[in-house]
């Protein structure tokens, strides 16, 4: 029994299937006792980045160049050293790297060089993965009847969905960070107007903001605490103002970053600005759950039509069809 033979028993699939769910449920109830609280690692994250501005600050008041290595900052998200050695050699990031890529990858919440690096390896090693696998199974462990094109078609069309793979899981985690800030947005200007009417600056505003945010939303609470750090470090308070908007990509959050960078050049009212950003989040979030009740009735359609209707037709015919066919056969049974 020759290697090929073996992989296309039955029994030594169902052995091999059985292994790895084994292997997943030990896994899933291990990792629940070593799993640490997500905000707790956010928190750690923009710990280091506010280490890491700190570090450039400094190294750029000297006159030098900041240098993040060797400097015992460790990252939450360290790139490989075959990772990095890929891209460099066939210089992915001339190939798949964009003016877009940085930030795409900041709103999914991934920031620094071992994050760009990782997404271009991914996006180079996934789509041969794919293609490899489908071949193995089309060639190998299921030929079938089908010629031999056709079966290298379908494995370079899956090779072509997987070089989209990467993108299209970027793209879920955005939304939904983006989501989760969307909604507890409001919340947070409100909060923030509380703190800046009561006479705190926009650093300890942003700070107790992001403490008291982190229990409805840890993203934004990370992106709040993030900017606190900038704030602190930056010589530009405009530009820690223009990183947010650009790291949710959020028109809201953009809109009210622009008018904290007016208010903080021409010296207007920070608290009547707010004011008005707030009243504005609020409406808006009235008219989007408006938006989604004015949307309900179309899509109940189909559930109607295909669920409930047919039960109503059933209930209210059901007495008359019983009583038509069911007067014969009571007819017959009674005179038998």
């Not at 993030?226 to 704030?231: N, Y």
């Not at 602190?232 to 008018?259: I, P």
């Not at 007067?327 to 017959?332: E, I, L, R, S, T």
Request: charged share 25%; aromatic share 8%.
């Amino acid at each position: 029994m020759n290697f090929i033979e073996l992989l296309t028993q039955r029994e030594f699939l169902i052995s091999v299937l059985a292994a790895v769910s084994a292997a997943a449920v030990v896994f899933t109830f291990g990792s629940s006792f070593i799993v640490r609280s997500e905000m707790r690692d956010r928190i750690k994250r923009v710990a280091l980045e506010r280490e890491k501005m700190r570090a450039e600050e400094m190294a750029r008041l000297r006159g030098g160049v900041a240098a993040t290595e060797g400097r015992g900052i460790r990252r939450s998200a360290e790139t490989r050293t075959y990772m990095k050695n890929v891209v460099e050699r066939f210089d992915l990031k001339k190939a798949f790297q964009d003016d877009a890529t940085v930030d795409k990858l900041a709103m999914a919440g991934f920031r620094g060089q071992g994050h760009l690096t990782t997404f271009l390896f991914m996006r180079f090693v996934t789509p041969l993965v794919v293609f490899a696998l489908v071949a193995l199974y089309v060639l190998v462990l299921s030929p079938g009847e089908r010629p031999l094109y056709l079966n290298l078609v379908y494995a370079i069309g899956a090779g072509l969905l997987g070089a989209y793979l990467p993108n299209l899981l970027l793209k879920n985690t955005t939304t939904k960070r983006q989501a989760s800030i969307k909604k507890a947005w409001p919340d947070c200007l409100d909060l923030m107007l509380l703190c800046v009417e009561a006479g705190m600056s926009m650093e300890h505003a942003f700070k107790r903001v992001a403490k008291e945010i982190g229990a409805q939303s840890v993203e934004l609470a990370e992106e709040l605490t993030l900017t606190t750090a900038e704030l602190a470090f930056l010589e530009d308070r405009g530009r820690a103002y223009d990183n947010l908007g650009r790291r949710t990509g959020l028109d809201g959050v953009k809109s009210v970053m622009t008018a904290l960078i007016q208010a903080d050049r021409y010296g207007t009212s920070v608290g009547q600005a707010l004011r008005v950003m707030a009243e504005e989040g609020r409406e808006g979030r009235m008219m989007d759950a408006e938006k989604k009740a004015a949307s309900l009735p179309p899509k109940l359609t189909v559930p109607l039509i295909l669920f409930f209707l047919p039960v109503l037709f059933i209930v209210i015919m059901a007495p008359a069809m019983i009583k038509v066919f069911g007067g014969p056969v009571a007819g017959v049974m009674g005179g038998g």
